[in-house]
């Protein structure tokens, strides 16, 4: 059976260090090394559009259910996102796995964000490109 993965990504914050463009090809790359994602929305062409017409509160307890029904969490963390945040703690406190990952420096990331993971037996890593970013979360679910 396909694991479930939770992937989230930044939205409404912007991109000022990985391109939208970019993003758009994560779910794809995690779907050919054989994940079901459980939340591929945050990449689709007029997201916004399509959200801005639905409640805050349909949007939240749409996304906490696929955090239940996930087996981990693969969160894109490089452009800043409250939402990100959010779902990324909302993971911990729910026993999923994190694997948090970023194309800048690592001294530019969140102390707390990336204490938080690895508190809680998560992983946070760099990665160059879309192949080192499948390397990471191939390894991770192996770990898992």
Known sequence: MKKKCFF???MRG?????SQEFLRQIPDALEEIGLELMSKHQTEQNIIQQEDQRTTTFIHDRDYGWLE???FVVAEISNPSDG???EVADAVNLGRPVLALYQRHVNEMS???KGKIEKHEGRHAQYKD??????IVEEFVDSI
């Open 8 to 10: 989230a990504c930044s």
């Open 14 to 18: 912007g991109f000022p260090y990985v």
């Open 69 to 71: 029904g996930c087996d």
């Open 84 to 86: 990100v945040g959010a």
């Open 111 to 113: 102390m707390y964000i």
């Open 130 to 135: 879309l192949d080192d970013l499948k390397k």
